[in-house]
Each structure stands twice: as structure tokens, then as C-alpha cells.
């Protein structure tokens, strides 16, 4: 029966089995509303949230879905916020982004500043951004650095967004996790600033791709869904042990003084190999809870076989996850080694270090962001 069922806000078939799909619902409200005979005012939870409650959140589609989506905004005139994850800026990248969108302006928007040291000077790391950017072949009208989360420079933001679109409709892209829901949901409800961008009194039908909010003058602002980012560690864990490794708050880096021929391990998930090179500071960026360990690089091979799982955890089962694998690197200046999504190691320069992901994940090196 729930097969014939569709959501009347966003023409999503209903179903009650996944909560990341589309169309969901959960079958208990499913069942009082069949029990009343009252299907045509069924709506899924995603869209009964943000009716309720001006409550956003996304369901991942497909890669091809996605780049249709993307390729329509280069046939509009629009302001394109571009929203990156400023810890995890490999994993925020949309490639080719440039030819989806054509001449249209960008706005790229740094979030989860929260989390970066607030010893770090935000002008470089704005700087740093317009650079990332470049290589993007972006050319950034601004840039803002946020926290969706604690609503830093929200307001800052709104205004910079009202300055630049230019009577153009403003579509949000970003890759999934980047906190793109959570920076909607925070412009939805930002009360000060730039007060009535949104008119949430009334939401249009949402589609199930797109969620379109009306501009106060005139507009729209389109939320588009995220695209999930291949070459994640995140495909390898669970939720639980997501949790492990997403840091909740500002990161304090743990500095390590080490000697050629010492290895650091990042829990079981990564490893980083100080091969040779004079002693010096290695800086580790990741969750502040994640277990960092030091050891022999002689030994380290079998504290890895015998620790994985349990001292070295998450992963929390050795038996599911794949197998490290290595990447040699030697450093002209001082440089993050990037294991995406779960941090960096900042490395002295004239140093040869081996880094370690699950197989399959790609590591990057890049000058030091500090
Ligand atoms: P989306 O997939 O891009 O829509 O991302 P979400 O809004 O669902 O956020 C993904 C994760 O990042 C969630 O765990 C959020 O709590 C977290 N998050 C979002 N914005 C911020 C932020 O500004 N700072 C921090 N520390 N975490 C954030």
C-alpha cells in the first residue's frame, strides 16, 4: 500500500524503512494517518520538519542527479554560496564546479571555523582559502569565514549575501557535511542582522531536490542537495565511530617531539612514519579525544596487528577495515600532511615521512596553514 503513497510536499514516494532516503516517514505516523483515511495530507518528516519547525535537512542522490542540478544554476543568472568545510577542505571540493556553474559570481563561505585554533590568524586563513580556491580555478568574489554552529558571523554573512546577489536568486551548494543544513537552518532563524531575508511564514512546495526559500525583496534562496565525497575516511566507519573522529569543538593541537625513526599513530585509522630528517615538532590537528600513540617505528608494524581494535580504536572491529597503505613523502618547507577528514599532521620541512590511510584513500601534502 505505502508504495502508491507520496509526500504532498515534495512529490518524494513515501517509505519508512530509511531515514537518510528520500520520502521518509516513520511507519507509526504512517499507520495513524492510514488508520484515519487521511493520505492526502501526508508529508514526509523532512518535509513536515521544515513546515513545522523551519527545520532543513538533506537527503543524499546520485552523482549524476547531482551535476544536473548543478550544470541548470550556469543557465541562471544567480549568486553562488559555495560552502566548504574549513577542516576538511579536500572533502569539501566539488570538482569542476567552475564549468557547472559558468560566469555566475561566487561567495565561498568557509564553516566550522569554530573549530580551527584561534591561534590561527583568520586573514591567512582567508588567504589560504582564495588560494585553495585558485587551484579550483574559482575566483571568489569573498569570502566568509562561520560557524553555523555557533552562529559566528552569520550576520556578517546575510549581509554579504544581500550585497552580492544583485536582485539574482542565491543557490547554497556544497558537498554533504559540510554543515550546509545547519547554515541554512541558521540563516532561517537569524533574527538580527539582516532580519527578514527569509520569509519563513511561508514556505512554497519544496521539491524533493531543492528547497527553495523566498527573499524578503524579491528572490529566492535554493538550498541543493550535497553530493557525498569519495576518498572519505568516513566510508570505512560507522555512525558511532564518526562520532570518534568529528571534532565537536576548537581543535588544541598536540605537539610531539620526535626522532627519526618514531611513528605516530592516529587511533587505528592512520599512521605517519618519521623516516629520517633531524629531530623536530610534529603537530597533530585532529578530535581532541582521538587517541594519539607514539612509538618505534620498528616495532610499529606489529603494535599495529596487535593493538588494532582495541587500544587503537575506532575502527572498533579490526576485522572490517581495510588495510593501511603508504605514500612516501619528503618536505622542501614546513607542511601539513592531510589526512582527509580526519585532520592533519603539521611536519618540519627537510624531513622524509611515510603517511598511512586505509587503501583506496588518497593522502595530501600542502604548506603549512600556519
Ligand atoms: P550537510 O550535510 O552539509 O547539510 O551538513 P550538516 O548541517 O548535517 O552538518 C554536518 C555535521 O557538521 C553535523 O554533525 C553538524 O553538527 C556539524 N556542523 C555543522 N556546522 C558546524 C560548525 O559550524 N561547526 C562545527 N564544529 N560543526 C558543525
Given at each position: 500500500?505505502?508504495?502508491?503513497?507520496?509526500?504532498?510536499?515534495?512529490?518524494?514516494?513515501?517509505?519508512?524503512?530509511?531515514?537518510?532516503q528520500a520520502g521518509y516517514i516513520p511507519a507509526n505516523t504512517l499507520a495513524k494517518y492510514l488508520k484515519q483515511s487521511a493520505t492526502q495530507d501526508l508529508y514526509c518528516q523532512r518535509c513536515f520538519r521544515l513546515r513545522h519547525y523551519n527545520e532543513v535537512s538533506q537527503v543524499p542522490i546520485e552523482d549524476a542527479h547531482f551535476k544536473h542540478l548543478l550544470a541548470k544554476i550556469g543557465h541562471?543568472?544567480?549568486?553562488?554560496?559555495?560552502?566548504?568545510?574549513?577542516?576538511?577542505?579536500?572533502?569539501?571540493?566539488?570538482?569542476?564546479?567552475?564549468?557547472?556553474?559558468?560566469?555566475?559570481?561566487?561567495?565561498?563561505?568557509?564553516?566550522?571555523?569554530?573549530?580551527?585554533?584561534?591561534?590561527?590568524?583568520?586573514?591567512?586563513?582567508?588567504?589560504?582559502?582564495?588560494?585553495?580556491?585558485?587551484?579550483?580555478?574559482?575566483?571568489?568574489?569573498?569570502?566568509?569565514?562561520?560557524?553555523?554552529?555557533?552562529?559566528?558571523?552569520?550576520?556578517?554573512?546575510?549581509?554579504?549575501?544581500?550585497?552580492?546577489?544583485?536582485?539574482?536568486?542565491?543557490?547554497?551548494?556544497?558537498?554533504?557535511?559540510?554543515?550546509?543544513?545547519?547554515?541554512?537552518?541558521?540563516?532561517?532563524?537569524?533574527?538580527?542582522?539582516?532580519?527578514?531575508?527569509?520569509?519563513?511564514?511561508?514556505?512554497?512546495?519544496?521539491?524533493?531536490?531543492?528547497?527553495?526559500?523566498?527573499?524578503?525583496?524579491?528572490?529566492?534562496?535554493?538550498?541543493?542537495?550535497?553530493?557525498?565525497?569519495?576518498?572519505?575516511?568516513?566510508?570505512?566507519?560507522?555512525?558511532?565511530?564518526?562520532?570518534?573522529?568529528?571534532?565537536?569543538?576548537?581543535?588544541?593541537?598536540?605537539?610531539?617531539?620526535?626522532?627519526?625513526?618514531?611513528?605516530?599513530?592516529?587511533?587505528?585509522?592512520?599512521?605517519?612514519?618519521?623516516?629520517?630528517?633531524?629531530?623536530?615538532?610534529?603537530?597533530?590537528?585532529?578530535?581532541?579525544?582521538?587517541?594519539?600513540?607514539?612509538?618505534?617505528?620498528?616495532?610499529?608494524?606489529?603494535?599495529?596487528?596487535?593493538?588494532?581494535?582495541?587500544?587503537?580504536?575506532?575502527?572498533?572491529?579490526?576485522?572490517?577495515?581495510?588495510?593501511?597503505?603508504?605514500?612516501?613523502?619528503?618536505?622542501?618547507?614546513?607542511?601539513?600532511?592531510?589526512?582527509?577528514?580526519?585532520?592533519?599532521?603539521?611536519?618540519?620541512?627537510?624531513?622524509?615521512?611515510?603517511?598511512?590511510?586505509?587503501?583506496?584513500?588518497?593522502?595530501?601534502?600542502?604548506?603549512?596553514?600556519?
Open positions: 500500500e505505502i508504495e502508491t503513497l507520496y509526500c504532498i510536499g515534495c512529490g518524494a514516494q513515501l517509505q519508512a524503512d530509511d531515514q537518510q541562471e543568472q544567480a549568486l553562488v554560496v559555495y560552502v566548504v568545510d574549513l577542516f576538511n577542505f579536500s572533502g569539501s571540493v566539488i570538482q569542476q564546479l567552475k564549468r557547472y556553474i559558468g560566469n555566475n559570481p561566487v561567495l565561498l563561505v568557509g564553516n566550522k571555523a569554530d573549530l580551527i585554533p584561534s591561534s590561527f590568524n583568520r586573514n591567512k586563513l582567508k588567504n589560504w582559502l582564495q588560494h585553495q580556491a585558485k587551484i579550483l580555478g574559482l575566483q571568489p568574489l569573498d569570502i566568509e569565514l562561520v560557524s553555523a554552529k555557533k552562529l559566528t558571523n552569520i550576520d556578517q554573512l546575510l549581509v554579504k549575501i544581500s550585497q552580492l546577489r544583485k536582485n539574482r536568486d542565491v543557490y547554497v551548494v556544497g558537498t554533504t557535511n559540510v554543515g550546509k543544513s545547519t547554515l541554512i537552518n541558521a540563516i532561517i532563524r537569524s533574527h538580527s542582522g539582516w532580519q527578514d531575508l527569509i520569509t519563513t511564514s511561508n514556505f512554497p512546495g519544496t521539491t524533493l531536490n531543492e528547497i527553495r526559500l523566498p527573499l524578503a525583496d524579491g528572490g529566492e534562496l535554493i538550498d541543493t542537495p550535497g553530493i557525498v565525497h569519495k576518498n572519505q575516511i568516513s566510508q570505512f566507519l560507522s555512525r558511532k565511530e564518526l562520532k570518534y573522529i568529528a571534532p565537536q569543538s576548537e581543535i588544541h593541537p598536540r605537539i610531539f617531539q620526535l626522532q627519526a625513526q618514531q611513528t605516530l599513530f592516529l587511533a587505528g585509522l592512520a599512521r605517519l612514519d618519521f623516516i629520517s630528517g633531524p629531530a623536530g615538532s610534529f603537530v597533530v590537528y585532529v578530535d581532541n579525544n582521538l587517541y594519539v600513540h607514539r612509538t618505534k617505528l620498528q616495532q610499529a608494524d606489529e603494535f599495529y596487528q596487535k593493538h588494532l581494535g582495541e587500544l587503537l580504536t575506532p575502527p572498533v572491529s579490526a576485522e572490517t577495515f581495510p588495510p593501511l597503505q603508504s605514500q612516501t613523502i619528503t618536505t622542501k618547507e614546513k607542511s601539513d600532511i592531510v589526512f582527509s577528514g580526519l585532520g592533519w599532521i603539521a611536519v618540519p620541512e627537510q624531513v622524509q615521512v611515510k603517511a598511512y590511510l586505509p587503501q583506496g584513500l588518497q593522502i595530501e601534502v600542502r604548506s603549512s596553514l600556519i
